[in-house]
């Protein structure tokens, strides 16, 4: 059973920057695509980013490119994201997921096999 808990949420003012931390146990936390997802009152959980299990490829949301950064340490088996320029529209959870064995896309939900228990993230305008 892996278990992935994320830290670092909070409130902040726009423009300002927080930094998201998801570690998780197990030994296999390498050979996985991880994924960040948030998930707004109302709206869809939606994919944030992912990064491949080596940390060399990764994949950005077009409403986060050039503000959020995707990165992970394996020996620690921890995955971050590096959010500046906070705007009042990333006010969600903010979820961390490991990708399945079993699916070739990533950007979908359903792509992903287990969950962190989600932090809020508000932006205040």
């Known amino acids: 059973q892996v278990q992935l808990v994320e830290s670092g949420g909070g409130l902040v003012q726009a423009g300002g920057s927080l930094n998201l931390s998801c570690t998780a146990s197990g030994r296999t936390f390498s050979d996985h695509m991880m994924g960040w997802f948030r998930q707004a009152p109302g709206k869809e959980r939606e994919v944030v980013a992912a990064i491949s299990g080596g940390g060399s490829v990764t994949f950005y949301a077009d409403s986060v490119k050039g503000r959020f950064t995707i990165a992970r340490d394996n020996a620690k088996n921890t995955m971050y994201l590096f959010m500046n320029s906070l705007k009042a529209e990333d006010t969600a959870v903010y979820y961390c997921?490991?990708?399945?064995?079993?699916?070739?896309?990533?950007?979908?939900?359903?792509?992903?096999?287990?969950w962190g228990q989600g932090t809020q993230v508000t932006v205040s305008s």
């Open positions: 997921a490991r990708r399945s064995s079993y699916r070739l896309t990533y950007y979908l939900p359903a792509d992903y096999d287990y």
